[in-house]
């Protein structure tokens, strides 16, 4: 799977999006990008995934560049509630579902 | 839908005894995965399994661990002899196996070992 590389940490005000990048400039044409988040010791909650395409849902926004090689997640209305550790995580598909591999994520 | 339950939420050992970690994923996934996270670090995969067989387990120690997902039932986490450095978050995470289908995790479960 290829690898990622997110800032350390971000801070956003209140109410503001929040926009937290994330490069994947390995990233293969079978490769799906996920984000999770971690809030404190929780389990981590998945937020939103894509492959080629940008995706909404009701959490957040999915930027991908055309050529795949980053992305941006847009949460649109940070709260405090939304202060987590956000991993950006690529992984193929190889007809069986593989493991995600957490990196260290960007504090937000 | 209910979603991934581990239990217990929080379970203290002394050395030497043994610990018994329990997943049910979500309704209708047949794919499990266990991670740890010990403090203050990250999560670290230990093991992939899918009804009744294990499909991936090179994140897990060689000795004292071992994890079954039997046909009827919860997965099943299993540490032998614990020491202290086994103190750690233990999730349990559930997926379709569907191309793409993300994975969803538990709220874990927080080993003290005494």
């Known amino acids: 799977d290829a690898k990622t590389t997110q800032p350390p940490s971000m801070d956003c005000a209140e109410g503001r999006a929040a926009n937290l990048p994330c490069n994947h400039s390995?990233?293969?044409?079978?490769?799906?990008v996920y984000w999770y988040r971690q809030i404190h010791s929780q389990g981590p909650q998945y937020i939103i995934h894509?492959?080629?395409n940008n995706e909404t849902n009701e959490m957040a926004s999915l930027i991908i560049t055309e050529d795949r090689k980053s992305s941006t997640l847009i949460l649109p209305h940070a709260t405090l509630r939304d202060t987590a550790v956000y991993y950006c995580?690529?992984?193929?598909?190889?007809?069986?579902?593989?493991?995600?591999?957490f990196g260290t994520g960007t504090r937000l | 839908n209910a979603g991934v339950m581990q239990n217990p939420r929080h379970l203290v050992r002394r050395r030497g005894q043994e610990a018994r970690l329990r997943c049910s994923p979500m309704?209708?996934?047949?794919?499990v995965y266990w991670y740890r996270q010990l403090p203050e670090e990250g999560l670290k995969f230990m093991v992939y399994?899918?009804?009744?067989?294990?499909?991936?387990e090179s994140g897990m120690p060689k000795e004292r661990f071992s994890a079954e997902f039997p046909k009827e039932g919860p997965s099943i986490l299993r540490i032998q002899q614990v020491v202290r450095g086994d103190s750690a978050a233990y999730f349990c995470?559930?997926?379709?196996?569907?191309?793409?289908?993300?994975?969803?995790f538990g709220n874990g479960t927080r080993l003290t070992v005494t």
């Open positions: 399994l899918q009804k009744e067989n294990i499909i991936d």
């Open positions: 995580i690529v992984r193929g598909y190889t007809g069986t579902a593989s493991k995600l591999t």
């Open positions: 995470a559930s997926s379709s196996g569907q191309r793409g289908a993300p994975l969803h």
């Open positions: 390995t990233i293969s044409g079978n490769e799906y």
């Open positions: 309704k209708g996934h047949s794919h």
């Open positions: 894509g492959l080629k």
